[in-house]
């Protein structure tokens, strides 16, 4: 039988996501050589890459 909770963690990693990619900016910290690597068919991230998050600033919108 399958795990029952397995949607529950795919919405709540979704949701999590969602909030990262809204609220800050990434960037990947420089380091020496190449940052990613092919195996097979995919293009994977080395996993001593570094990744900084910086957040979002955001405007206030005036509306009078």
Same mark, same amino acid.
């Given at each position: 039988?399958? &795990?029952?909770?397995?949607?529950?963690?795919?919405? $709540?990693?979704?949701?999590? =996501? @969602?909030?990262? $990619? #809204?609220?800050?900016? =990434?960037? #990947?910290?420089? @380091?020496? @050589?190449?940052?990613?690597?092919?195996?097979? %068919?995919?293009? #994977?991230?080395? %996993? %001593?890459?570094?990744?900084?998050?910086?957040?979002?600033? =955001?405007?206030? $919108?005036? &509306?009078?």
């Amino acid at each position: 039988m399958a &795990c029952p909770g397995r949607f529950y963690a795919a919405a $709540i990693m979704k949701v999590i =996501t @969602g909030q990262v $990619i #809204l609220k800050y900016d =990434t960037e #990947l910290i420089p @380091g020496k @050589g190449n940052r990613f690597f092919a195996w097979r %068919s995919a293009i #994977l991230p080395k %996993s %001593s890459i570094r990744v900084a998050f910086k957040p979002v600033e =955001t405007e206030m $919108i005036n &509306c009078d």
